[in-house]
Structures are given as structure tokens and as C-alpha cells.
């Protein structure tokens, strides 16, 4: 029992196992067309108050809907949550992709959604993390492995604003090749095998 305990724990190390979700640092921005600010400044770890002003100097604001930011974590994540920070009563679309060719919608946020109203204005900060005190149930959603996220405005009052963008999971481990691991699993076996013939 010992023995085949070794050997599963030895091939779920070579499988691969995840950490625990943080806060994914590692990753660039790229954005298109024309807006203000620094594309940046929407993953710089700085989340703007609710209910401030959608073209304050630390967030990334502009009109129309052609705009596209995208996060490139530079190799596969697991992305189990995400916190984003938008002006309030717009459309945004967040999507993702392993390629950069074929994008998947994760959540669409509606103008109904956080708790800034159209009264109110303003920034607006929800997350998908039930644990997180801006938890918001409507773009919750099952954990993807991506490369990319991107978000984009797709309708509103034709001002939109991003004040933070962040993404929080756990980088995939690399699988080993299935001939490596075919060859270890052989190995493993042929040394369970001899355990268990009787001496003569």
C-alpha cells in the first residue's frame, strides 16, 4: 500500500499541480485605437474609488467602441477570477484566447450590473470572486486556461472609461511529453511487479 501510494504521488508531480489563485503580475498590455492615458494604467494594481470621475488621470478613457486592451500573461494560466473597474452604465465585453485568432466571451458587464447608478455615475469596481467585497454574481463564471484577456466597450453612452483590469489564477506546470511519461509509468510498474513475486 505504501509503495502504490509513492507511485501516485510521483505521477501527480509529474502530471502537474496548480497553485493557489493570485494575482496574475506577469503581463503586458496592448491596446488598439485611440484613447487617453497609458494603456497600462489598467493593470497597475491601483483600483480608482467608485463613483469617481471617468476621465481622471489614472484611468484610460475614450469614446467609441472600435478600442480593444489586451493582457498577455506570456504563457498559459488557469484564470479563475477577475476584478475590473469601469465607468458605469456602458456594455464591456471580456474575452479569451489562446492565439490571439479565435476569442471566447468570459462575461459581458451591462449597464444593470455593480452598484453605480446612472443617477450616481462613475466608476464602478465588481469582481467574480465571491469571496471579494465587490463580488458580482453576473459575471462569475467557470475558470478558463487562457493566454490572453481582453476587454472591450460595446455599447453605452459612447464614453467609456477602464480604471483597472485584473486577472487572478495560477500558472499551468507543463505536462511531460507522453513518451517520457510512458517510459516512467513502465518503470514504476516493473518495480511494483518485482515487489510482489515470491521469492523461491
Given at each position: 500500500?505504501?509503495?502504490?501510494?509513492?507511485?501516485?504521488?510521483?505521477?501527480?508531480?509529474?502530471?502537474?499541480?496548480?497553485a493557489?489563485?493570485?494575482?496574475?503580475?506577469?503581463?503586458?498590455?496592448?491596446?488598439?485605437?485611440?484613447?487617453?492615458?497609458?494603456?497600462n494604467l489598467?493593470?497597475?494594481?491601483i483600483?480608482?474609488?467608485e463613483f469617481?470621475?471617468?476621465?481622471?488621470?489614472?484611468?484610460?478613457?475614450?469614446?467609441?467602441?472600435?478600442?480593444?486592451?489586451?493582457?498577455?500573461?506570456?504563457?498559459?494560466?488557469?484564470?479563475?477570477?477577475?476584478l475590473?473597474?469601469?465607468?458605469?452604465?456602458?456594455?464591456?465585453d471580456?474575452t479569451?484566447?489562446?492565439?490571439?485568432?479565435?476569442?471566447?466571451n468570459l462575461?459581458?458587464i451591462?449597464?444593470?450590473?455593480?452598484?453605480?447608478?446612472?443617477?450616481?455615475g462613475?466608476m464602478?469596481?465588481?469582481?467574480?470572486?465571491?469571496?471579494?467585497?465587490?463580488?458580482?454574481?453576473?459575471?462569475?463564471?467557470?475558470?478558463?486556461?487562457?493566454?490572453?484577456?481582453?476587454?472591450?466597450?460595446?455599447g453605452?453612452?459612447n464614453?467609456y472609461?477602464?480604471?483597472?483590469?485584473?486577472?487572478?489564477g495560477?500558472?499551468?506546470?507543463s505536462?511531460?511529453?507522453?513518451?517520457?511519461?510512458?517510459?516512467?509509468?513502465?518503470?514504476?510498474?516493473?518495480?511494483a511487479?518485482?515487489?510482489?513475486?515470491k521469492?523461491s
Open positions: 500500500m505504501k509503495f502504490l501510494k509513492t507511485i501516485l504521488i510521483a505521477t501527480s508531480l509529474l502530471v502537474g499541480t496548480y493557489n489563485a493570485t494575482l496574475i503580475t506577469e503581463s503586458t498590455v496592448s491596446a488598439t485605437g485611440n484613447f487617453n492615458n497609458s494603456a489598467i493593470n497597475n494594481e483600483v480608482p474609488e469617481t470621475r471617468w476621465t481622471t488621470p489614472t484611468n484610460v478613457w475614450w469614446r467609441g467602441v472600435t478600442q480593444t486592451f489586451t493582457l498577455d500573461f506570456g504563457q498559459l494560466y488557469n484564470i479563475d477570477d477577475v475590473v473597474s469601469v465607468d458605469n452604465n456602458d456594455f464591456y471580456v479569451w484566447s489562446n492565439d490571439q485568432d479565435l476569442w471566447t462575461f459581458t451591462t449597464p444593470s450590473d455593480g452598484e453605480v447608478t446612472a443617477a450616481m462613475g464602478d469596481t465588481m469582481s467574480s470572486d465571491i469571496t471579494h467585497n465587490e463580488y458580482l454574481a453576473a459575471i462569475d463564471f467557470s475558470s478558463v486556461q487562457a493566454r490572453y484577456l481582453r476587454i472591450q466597450a460595446t453605452g453612452d464614453s472609461s477602464i480604471g483597472e483590469f485584473q486577472a487572478f495560477s500558472e499551468v506546470a505536462v511531460p511529453e507522453p513518451t517520457s511519461f510512458a517510459i516512467f509509468a513502465l518503470g514504476l510498474m516493473g518495480l511487479s518485482r515487489r510482489f513475486v521469492k
